[in-house]
């Protein structure tokens, strides 16, 4: 599901950050875990296919990404790599449904509104689907935000420090979330994050 081999990044001739060889299977959930400056955002980077490595392979889902050009990259992140940012990354002009249907709509997939729906139900905001983003609660901001990340059945489900800034139970609630929805889409899971308190909830590990 992905493979990474001899990949580093060079920000510049004083800074460069080697990575250890990492092999994911379908299915397995990871935790990424690395203190600020370790790596993790350029590495999370690399793997969304935001940021081209200096050196190395990444393979996502059998595709070696970097040998994919510009649009073919951006059409394979839409169809297979779902992300859930530290904050919500929703058009603040269109309601959560419609968020939804314009992620349909880059990936090059049909208009399904029984998948939203379905989502939606899932996450148990099915009630907020004509919302907009500024009338939502910080809660139901981020079951948005996973349903925009998990509506393609993405194959990889990324997520960036999701916990970092919320209590222990909002935490709680948000990782129970990403788990349920990895099994549901039969996804590969890797939270990033330096949040202790979920360590726990994770058999795979790749530390920075």
Known sequence: MISIKALAHAYNQDKKINFDDWQVSKGEQWLLLGNS???KST????????????????????????QLKPRELDRFRALHIGI?????????SLTIQENLLMAQSFAGLP????RIQEVLESLAISASSHQYPSTLSQGQ??????????????????????TSSLDDQNAGTVLRLLKEQTELNQSTLVIATH???????FTHTYTL
């Open 43 to 66: 590495l999370l980077h690399i793997l969304t296919g935001i940021l081209s490595p200096s050196t190395g392979q990444v393979e996502i889902n059998e595709t070696e990404i970097y």
């Open 141 to 162: 901001l981020q079951r948005a935000s996973i349903a925009r990340a998990v509506i393609n059945k993405p194959a990889l489900l990324i997520a960036d420090e999701p």
């Open 111 to 114: 208009e399904n509104r029984n």
């Open 37 to 39: 400056g370790s790596g």
């Open 195 to 201: 949040d202790q308190r979920i360590k726990e909830a």
């Open 84 to 92: 859930v940012f530290q904050r919500p990354h929703l058009i603040k």
